[in-house]
């Protein structure tokens, strides 16, 4: 194949004509037989060529805006996303990067990656607030999709990241623990609640959640509050919630707990949660694996020795 797109450049058709021509086969190679059209994208072509490249796939974008009825069909979504990023391609290599945001805008209701698309070239253009207003409108629009949502909330987390909002990052991350309680996400917020300076009330409060279920973001009662010294939830409310868990899990969570001790070298914290294998398992699959013993072995070998 890379005998052929040599030969593309050589032929009669126009510069625009010979583009087209790669992206038609490059778009209907099912067994990656385009891998040498490198070659060929590798020439130096002119803006002009990128900008009449631009503007007959810009066309080619009208006819799929007008198949409505088409937008649940993965190939469809697929061949308009990647048209749209060939045009924003061809954009930028024409100079006329004043038009890849109108463009992204307009298009974010038209394809599930509109919003991180757009969102990623505002945080390109270092139009933060922008950027900021957009992650809101797109976990607004796409609430039932968790994994656009959680694109969106993660690229808010970067930003605050960035901006060094530490107390409104911990916020973030104590979202995600309560919602996924793992050792990923506990350590996740440790890291957060100590550059935000409230990380013993914290961490206080997620290994409670973790062995007893209440959580310091929906508790009723000040019942919390005094298990964690009478402190007040110091952290504000979340600007960028995930969405909830849509089922209830049992307590304690004692695969997180002892996954905590292991990696906190405690281990008559890692004895205080385990429970031999035969103990019978909860209705979530609370069972233990054959990784979970062999790390509380090793643990309890340490000790001994």
């Known amino acids: 194949m890379t005998i052929v797109f040599r030969a593309v450049s050589q032929s009669s058709m126009s510069v625009v004509e010979q583009m087209l021509w790669v992206i038609e086969i490059e778009s209907e190679s099912d067994y990656d037989l385009c891998s040498g059209s490198d070659v060929f994208w590798e020439q130096a072509f002119s803006k002009a060529d990128w900008s009449n490249l631009a503007d007959t796939l810009l066309k080619r974008l009208k006819s799929f805006s007008s198949k409505k009825d088409k937008k649940e069909d993965f190939n469809f979504r697929y061949q308009h996303d990647k048209t749209i990023e060939l045009i924003i391609e061809a954009l930028e290599k024409s100079d006329r990067k004043s038009e890849v945001i109108p463009l992204c805008q307009n298009q974010v209701a038209q394809s599930s990656e509109g919003y991180p698309r757009l969102i990623s070239h505002l945080r390109n253009e270092k139009r933060v607030e922008d950027a900021i207003e957009w992650i809101h409108k797109g976990i607004v629009t796409h609430e039932k999709y968790q994994n656009i949502t959680i694109k969106l909330r993660n690229v808010f987390l970067e930003l605050k990241k960035e901006a060094k909002n530490w107390p409104q990052v911990a916020a ?81 969570k004692r695969n997180t707990l002892i996954e905590i001790a292991i990696a906190e070298k405690q281990p008559d914290e890692v004895m205080r949660w385990y429970q031999p294998p035969d103990t019978k398992p909860s209705r979530f699959g609370g069972g233990w694996s054959n990784l979970m013993v062999h790390q509380v072995a090793s643990v309890l070998k340490v000790q001994c020795h």
């Open 172 to 252: 973030l991350e104590a979202d995600e623990f309560f919602n996924r309680p793992s050792l990923h996400t506990f350590q996740a917020l440790e890291k957060a609640a100590k550059r935000a300076k409230v990380l013993p009330t914290i961490r206080t409060a997620a290994l409670q959640f973790l062995e007893t279920g209440q959580s310091p973001l929906t508790a009723k009662t000040t019942k919390m509050a005094k298990s964690v010294k009478n402190a007040i939830w110091p952290l504000p409310k979340p600007e960028a919630e995930l969405p909830k868990e849509r089922f209830s899990t049992d307590f304690p």
